[in-house]
């Protein structure tokens, strides 16, 4: 499927292991023009959405201080942020149906397929 490179496209990386933030990175950058933002918990991702308004966030679910289900719910419980579109990344497939549940807008399992991965982000975004 041939799509069009993104253009100006801010992206929240929420994600407790920095190996994952750097690949999650490299992926999104062979997307278009893309400017990533990166939180080590749902407690930093909660304080860049204030500061900064987001087009997409991409979410895990195991981390620190404030986990995925516990961010998504603050995301989805507001007016500020509900309209984000969130993508939840964990490599444990049997938490999708709980994210969806919450209100993720979709889910990918890691580890990530090129492929499904671009057409993930270009869904929710196109």
Request: with cysteine; charged share 30%.
């Amino acid at each position: 499927m041939q799509r069009e490179l993104l253009e100006d496209i801010k992206v929240l990386i929420v994600e407790d292991d920095k190996f994952n933030r750097i690949l999650i990175k490299s992926l999104l950058l062979k997307l278009g023009n893309i400017t990533p933002f990166e939180a080590k918990n749902g407690l930093e991702a909660l304080a860049i959405l204030d500061a900064e308004p987001m087009d997409i966030c991409l979410l895990d679910l195991h981390m620190p201080v404030l986990n995925g289900f516990e961010t998504l719910k603050i995301i989805r419980g507001g007016t500020l942020f509900e309209n984000i579109p969130v993508i939840v990344t964990t490599s444990d497939e049997m938490e999708k149906k709980k994210s969806l549940q919450l209100g993720a807008d979709d889910f990918i399992a890691k580890p990530f397929n090129l492929e499904k991965f671009k057409n993930k982000i270009y869904q929710q975004l196109v």
